[in-house]
């Protein structure tokens, strides 16, 4: 199993869609337990026109969820959801925003 397509807008996935080595092209984030189907899974984006970037085991895959710094708002332009999203989003964008990210506070105590 392999997470992916959790933190990016569906209808930036055709705006933001680049040839390989574009200067515009924006990484992924993908993260799983398995070699095989995470190659599986960054071939798909590089076919569809992305690259991956490996956030790890899926059990990090909470780092862009939803009110993470990588969740969504990697990719939202100036002008929020009504306007352009932002292109070639890399590796050098997301470490932090990974590295920032906080994990909910567990209400259930």
Known sequence: MVKAFNNIYFK??????????????????IAGDGDDAKKTVTG???DI????????????GWRYQR?????????????GF???PRTGVG???IRPKLAAARRYADTTA
């Open 82 to 84: 009504a306007g352009p």
């Open 12 to 29: 930036h996935l055709l705006e933001l869609a680049r040839p390989a080595g574009s200067p515009e092209r924006t990484s992924l984030l």
């Open 49 to 60: 026109g992305y690259n991956a970037f490996d956030a790890g085991p899926l059990a990090e």
């Open 67 to 79: 009110d993470t710094a990588a969740y969504a708002g990697l990719y939202i332009g100036p002008d």
């Open 44 to 46: 798909f984006l590089d």
């Open 91 to 93: 590796p050098d964008e």
